[in-house]
């Protein structure tokens, strides 16, 4: 579920690692640090590992330098294509709330710059899945955009439409990136502890323990 964007994604394949060296102007300061970004999620999952968005695989990359208790899952078939010609692993078929489950408990469920594709009632039964699958002290370890406030976002969408990004601006109007307080809600409600750690001026690292 979620998957409205999964065409855009098949197309984006080819090019999305050019896209997040900084190549596109438009896009350099969401993916300022990139790889820095990837880095701290990775640092921070622990055993048995679930990645949901694994797009062309590059935290799956890091994440599978330190394990191979390890199971990626990606809605688009290029993406998957392109992630499995790079890792040697299969990638699954799925999505952040339709996906094959592991038959054990998992303890690090990780995702970067690829949360923002479900709504709010979405993301809500994602996370209310992911109590069930994880272990005790679990945890939910995301990378993503993420605003302080709706006047933040509003700013930043002004500020696109300013410097002529108008991809940029369409996106941020049009996907579903959450705010501090609406991401808080949706995880305490589900009995997790969320704390979050700003890592450029639009991804935060955010991280629940269960
Ligand atoms: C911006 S890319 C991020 C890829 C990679 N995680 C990274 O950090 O570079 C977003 C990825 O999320 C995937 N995606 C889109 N909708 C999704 C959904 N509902 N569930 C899981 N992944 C989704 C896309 O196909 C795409 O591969």
Redesign the pocket.
């Known amino acids: ?3 409205e ?2 065409d855009l ?1 098949d197309r984006w394949a080819d090019n ?1 690692d050019d896209t ?1 060296s900084g190549v596109e102007e438009e896009y350099q300061a969401v993916f300022h640090k990139y790889d820095q970004i ?1 880095k701290e999620v990775a640092d921070r999952a622990t055993g048995h590992v679930l990645e ?5 695989g ?2 799956s990359a890091q994440l599978l330098s330190k394990t191979d208790q390890y199971i990626g ?4 078939e290029k ?1 998957r294509e392109v992630a499995e010609k790079k890792l040697g692993v299969p990638i699954y078929d799925g ?2 709330i339709a996906f094959p489950e592991p038959k054990t408990k998992v303890d690090s469920i990780v ?4 949360f923002h ?2 709504t709010y009632t979405e993301k809500n039964q994602a996370v209310e899945k992911y109590r069930q699958l994880l272990s005790k002290g679990g945890k939910v370890i995301f990378a993503d955009t993420v605003f302080l406030n709706e006047t933040a976002k509003n700013d930043m969408i002004n500020a696109a439409k300013g410097k002529q990004y108008y991809n940029l601006a369409e996106d941020l109007e049009t996907e579903y990136y959450p705010t501090i307080a609406e991401l808080t809600e949706i995880f305490e409600n589900n009995n997790f502890r969320i704390s979050f750690e700003k890592l450029n001026d639009f991804v935060w690292l955010f991280e629940a323990i269960k």
């Open positions: 579920m979620g998957r964007f999964v994604f999305y997040v990837l949901f968005g694994v797009g062309t590059n935290l899952i990606e809605p688009s993406m999505d952040f995702s970067s710059y690829a594709h479900l």
